[in-house]
Antibody, heavy 123, light 112 residues
Framework: EVQLVQSGAEMKKPGESLKISCKGSGYRFTSYWIGWVRQLPGKGLEWMGIIYPGDSDTRYSASFEGQVTISADKSINTAYLQWTSLKASDTAMYYC????????????????WGQGTLVTVSS | DIVMTQSPDSLAVSLGERATINCKSSQNILHSSNNKSYIAWYQQKPGQPPKLLLYWASTRESGVPDRFSGSGSGTDFTLTIGSLQAEDLAVYYCQQFYSTPTFGQGTQVEIK
């Protein structure tokens, strides 16, 4: 059974750094893209970026390029989303996801999702 | 970026009635190489991650009830819930995957 399990909720102060994780199981981790989606409180979904753990090919939405870093450690089947200096506007739920269908590109829709990690940034 | 615009923002439908959600893309998302429209539909219930319902505009994800159907091509697409059930209360999103993915703003479906 494919599962994506995310790290727990985080409460941080502005300016602090943070790395949240998404551990994949039940499939060959290096053979599927794994990406991140942001959901601001009470708002819609925003696709942030994605990584192919097999070769670390990483793509970002223009809105998030330079704002976050996506990485993966294939030795422990885990993808990461990282900030170096958090802002209050980063307060959101963050979901990881993995595609199975489509054209085999980085843009394919996610049919597996993590449970979400709530990040709260407040002074 | 391709902008996805959904309508309406919310709708209230009686149980057993049809619900229709529209999604318009700012550019053509029909790929000429395979004649497929690169659009997916998701359902998100409160406190849950999104759930993929349809992709390639009309291909139903495994396990999705057949009351959910999708149609359209080019820039105009529709998600139809054929006979609304109580468990369909949710927000529905379209997403294009023709290029760097973008979502519509969401449509809240309520029970009348």
């Amino acid at each position: 059974e494919v599962q994506l399990v995310q790290s727990g909720a985080e409460m941080k102060k502005p300016g602090e750094s943070l790395k949240i994780s998404c551990k994949g199981s039940g499939y060959r981790f290096t053979s599927y893209w794994i990406g991140w989606v942001r959901q601001l409180p009470g708002k819609g979904l925003e696709w942030m970026g994605i990584i192919y753990p097999g070769d670390s090919d990483t793509r970002y939405s223009a809105s998030f390029e330079g704002q976050v870093t996506i990485s993966a450690d294939k030795s422990i089947n885990t993808a990461y989303l990282q900030w170096t200096s958090l802002k209050a506007s980063d307060t959101a739920m963050y979901y990881c996801g993995r595609p199975s269908y489509g054209s085999g590109t980085f843009a394919d829709p996610f049919d597996y999702w993590g449970q979400g990690t709530l990040v709260t940034v407040s002074s | 970026d391709i902008v996805m615009t959904q309508s309406p923002d919310s709708l209230a439908v009686s149980l057993g009635e049809r619900a229709t959600i529209n999604c318009k893309s700012s550019q053509n998302i029909l790929h000429s190489s395979n004649n497929k429209s690169y659009i997916a539909w998701y359902q998100q219930k409160p406190g849950q991650p999104p759930k993929l319902l349809l992709y390639w505009a009309s291909t139903r994800e495994s396990g999705v009830p057949d009351r959910f159907s999708g149609s359209g091509s080019g820039t105009d697409f529709t998600l139809t819930i054929g006979s609304l059930q109580a468990e369909d209360l949710a927000v529905y999103y379209c997403q294009q995957f023709y290029s760097t993915p973008t979502f519509g703003q969401g449509t809240q479906v309520e029970i009348k």
